[in-house]
């Protein structure tokens, strides 16, 4: 039986496209565009991530992903930063693909 979630990928595609690859240092906002989610991967290093009235605290190598638009901040220390890989990302039919509506705001 084929993997459901590879099935819907092959029917409603995603483009990202990098944005940040290395030290992200201090505080950041990410502003939205209203079309794009985002992808974040923390390499190394510790960041505090907020949104809404939600706070992550990010201590080790970890994956973040906002299928949907969504502002967010990432807090660092201000000098040694965190070694971060970020790009925007954009799903074919937006929040009405299958995928984005199955997706909570963050995962």
Known sequence: ????????????????????????????????????????????????????????????PSLLLYARPMMHRFITDPERGADMACASLRFEGGEQNPNVASFPNVV
């Open 1 to 60: 039986m084929a993997d459901g979630l590879a099935t819907l990928m092959e029917h409603f595609s995603v483009t990202a496209e990098v944005f940040q690859a290395g030290a992200l240092c201090g505080t950041n906002t990410l502003e939205t565009d209203r079309v794009s989610g985002q992808m974040h991967l923390v390499r190394r290093g510790t960041a505090k991530v907020i949104h809404h009235d939600v706070a992550l605290s990010i201590t080790q």
